[in-house]
């Protein structure tokens, strides 16, 4: 039985716990070690962004792909296959992505465990089955949750299939998270409300516009905030 009418689901990347800085430490080691003839840094890194976009699209998210688009960007450039030295520094320059520590959002932990007295909490988030849940397990945040959802992407069809697998109200449910593409937008299509927290790092894939006359698009500027509206 839900302590309120109303539910909370949580996106994970960016919302509970860092990521895409971590990415975008290792891209900088990459274009530091990457000596290119011709092209500066941020031609490359548009190479780049144009191949992990179409990875995205074909392969999904994660740590993984993130490497096979390291891979690929060299070979493109040097319009040759990556040799086996080169592999293993890309896998060396990735390592902290592979077998890191979650670095939790300042006051996640406090704050979810706030709201779980009051609140029924649900976590929907998006990439690598095993690459997940191994940050979930290594965040120790998953007993504020009723439900753990993984999906390779967060439309508005995951949103509906969430609406009918937990028989919840869309005018009492609320997504929060950072991403206008995958967490708020989607979330109102099938809707619920949405509360965006802004991120510094989001990616750049997971930015959109939001209307700003939206009243069912609750902005807050971090996430302990969270406690001042539920």
């Not at 109303?6 to 000596?35: H, P, S």
């Not at 005018?171 to 206008?180: A, D, R, V």
Request: proline letters at 4%; a negative charge.
């Amino acid at each position: 039985m839900r302590l309120t009418e109303q539910v909370l689901i949580f996106d994970a990347d960016d919302t509970l716990w860092e990521n895409n800085i971590l990415f975008e430490r290792v891209i900088a080691d990459f274009l530091d070690w990457l000596e290119h003839p011709t092209l500066d840094r941020v031609e490359i890194r548009a190479v780049l962004d144009d191949i992990k976009a179409a990875n995205a699209v074909s392969h999904g998210y994660g740590g993984k792909v993130f490497l096979r688009s390291l891979a690929e960007c060299l070979e493109r450039l040097y319009e040759r296959p990556a040799t086996t030295r080169e592999r293993r520094r890309i896998d060396e320059l990735a390592v902290t992505l592979i077998e890191r520590r979650v670095e939790l959002v300042p006051g996640v932990a406090e704050t979810l465990a706030d709201l779980g007295t009051r609140h029924e909490l649900l976590l929907l988030t998006k990439g690598d089955q095993d690459e997940q849940r191994r940050k979930l397990d290594a965040s120790r945040l998953a007993h504020h949750f009723s439900g753990i959802h993984i999906v390779p992407e967060k439309g508005v069809d995951a949103y509906l299939r969430l609406v009918e697998r937990h028989d919840l109200t869309p005018l009492t449910t609320w997504m929060i998270g950072n991403s206008p593409k995958s967490d708020i937008l989607p979330a109102r299509q099938a809707g619920m409300n949405a509360v965006f927290i802004p991120h510094d790092h989001t990616w750049v894939l997971e930015q959109g516009e939001l209307d700003p006359g939206d009243e069912r698009v609750l902005r807050l500027g971090a996430f302990p905030e969270l406690l001042d509206h539920f």
